[in-house]
């Protein structure tokens, strides 16, 4: 793999073709530094143009079949992997990820278009008979058919895996797709569009990329009546932005995250430790399945601080390009200077500053809190940072408590021997999916998942997303 600085420009692709555009995004080399590339930044004309090219688009879509689009499917995962080494280095420059996670995210998107293949020839239509007064004798068909045009608006920390999620399930079910990526990564979009605009029998506009600024682009994009359905992940705050702009359509929306981790004292300390570390310090903490705070049984708090300290070693930044490295930057100095902040209120609350809570531009040193008050604002609100927050309970309705305070609820984990006590939790706790005796992971989408609250909108997963991407129609014979 190139480790020398490159410098890339990407267009937008409208309605069949790669175009300029006036103005660009200056993507930021998280390895180096400096500019890493130049992405055309669609003014609110173009994605207008995107919008007309993707409705005049879905007559031909509706036209294809299951295995046409099964055979696109395995294309677009084949075109990925051909172009493996340079995607992962695009996601370790763009994204600031460790190159050993860059590639497997390349793998995962891959296999998410593969997997999507499988669900849409699983997806079947069903016979029906009339069984009311009046309908005696009717039988009906209802069958799938695909609902339109889908806006996917994909994050920046997992730039290609998450846009595979999205993407993915809307060819599959025969939308049409306008792909807005995050200003911060748009490059690996890119790349995903041309793989696909290599795909024959894609129709012409059945899928279009328009990188470019939220504040341009987003609500002519998001507020248009010719979207049937938007795709997102993101934060919860824009999210209930493109709520409020989206009117009446489709939402299937993956938001903010804040997962506690609740321990008891019969849990495995060592393997708790040890689960936690990784689901707070993993990709520098900016996975929205993280484990934001970790709520310790006020027995066993001190001792799960010691092993946590002790675990931090393992997750240290360097070189990006280093297959040990584990842990890189956060994705710009805003969310930097973000976290700085959370970990300032909650010194300044009275938490213990145990290890870390250094910034460096980009940089913040993983950190470990301890007796973190539960006013921090640190419990509450999402950091998206490498901080382990430790607060500490009494008894389990305490626990509930303040692991339900607040809006977010996309994940939570239950650590305890007691099998009882895990399903009581489990079903107590206000979250879209609890692990019980490990850290929460979304994975490739085999399990649904999804929040509660501001944290989300409908539930992610091939299968299910297929399923939100598709309306029935009854057809009465």
């Known amino acids: 793999m190139s480790q020398q600085p490159l410098q890339r420009r990407e267009r937008l692709y ?32 173009q994605a207008d143009s995107a919008l007309a090219a993707a409705q005049a688009a879905q007559a ?9 689009r099964a ?15 340079e995607l992962a280095e695009v996601i370790v420059r763009e994204a600031g990820k460790p190159v050993s996670s860059a590639r497997g995210e390349v793998e995962s998107a891959a296999e998410r278009f593969r997997r999507a293949k499988e669900e849409i020839r699983a997806m079947k239509g069903e016979f029906r008979e009339g069984t009311t007064a009046g309908h005696e004798g009717w039988n009906a068909i209802v069958k799938h058919e695909p609902i339109g045009t889908v ?46 605009s290599e795909v024959d029998g894609i129709p012409s506009g059945a899928f279009n990329f328009v990188s470019g600024s939220a504040s341009q682009i987003g609500d002519v994009l998001a507020g248009d009546d010719r979207i049937n359905m938007v795709a997102m ?20 929306m993956e938001l903010g995250g804040n997962a506690p981790a609740v321990v008891f004292p019969d849990a495995d300390l060592a393997d708790v430790a040890g689960q936690c570390a990784k689901g707070s310090f993993k990709y520098a903490g900016q996975r ?39 842990m890189g930057p956060l994705i710009n100095e805003g969310q930097a200077e973000w976290v700085e902040e959370l970990v300032e209120d ?25 007796n973190v008050p539960h006013d921090a604002r640190i419990v509450h609100e999402e950091q998206f940072g490498p901080v382990a927050a430790v607060t500490t309970f009494e008894t389990e309705d305490e626990a509930v408590e303040i692991a339900n305070r607040g809006e977010l609820a996309l ?4 650590f305890t021997s007691d099998y009882d006590r895990a399903m009581d939790l489990s079903d107590r706790l206000d979250a879209g999916a609890v692990r019980i005796n490990g850290a929460p992971s979304h994975g490739l989408g085999d399990i649904p998942f999804g929040g509660n609250k501001a944290s989300g909108i409908g539930r992610q997963g091939l299968h299910m997303t297929i399923e939100e991407m598709v309306r029935e129609k009854s057809i009465i014979l």
């Open 14 to 45: 409208i309605d069949g073709e790669w175009r300029d555009a006036d103005d660009v995004l200056e993507v930021t080399d998280l390895a180096d530094g400096g500019t890493f590339a130049r992405v055309a930044a669609a003014s609110p004309e």
């Open 60 to 68: 031909e879509m509706r036209e294809t079949t299951v295995p046409q």
């Open 71 to 85: 055979a696109w499917m395995d294309e677009i995962a084949d075109g990925l992997l051909d172009r493996k080494e």
């Open 151 to 196: 806006l996917a608006i994909t994050p920046y920390n997992y730039p290609l895996a998450t846009t595979a999620l999205e993407v993915a399930p809307a060819l599959a079910a025969g939308n049409s797709v306008i792909l807005k990526p995050a200003s911060d990564t748009p490059v690996s979009a890119a790349i995903l569009t041309d793989v696909v």
């Open 233 to 252: 992940t993101g934060s919860s705050a824009a999210g209930k932005h493109v709520a409020k702009e989206s009117g009446m359509v489709e939402l299937h």
């Open 288 to 326: 929205c399945s993280a484990v934001s705070r970790v709520l310790a049984h006020e027995s066993v708090h001190d001792e799960i601080v010691d092993l946590l300290e002790a675990e931090m070693d393992a997750w240290q930044p360097g070189d990006l390009f280093d297959e040990d490295t584990t």
């Open 346 to 370: 909650a010194v300044e609350k009275g938490a213990d500053l145990v290890r870390g809570g250094e910034r460096d531009g980009v940089h913040f040193e993983p950190t470990l809190l301890a």
């Open 411 to 414: 994940d939570a984990s239950v």
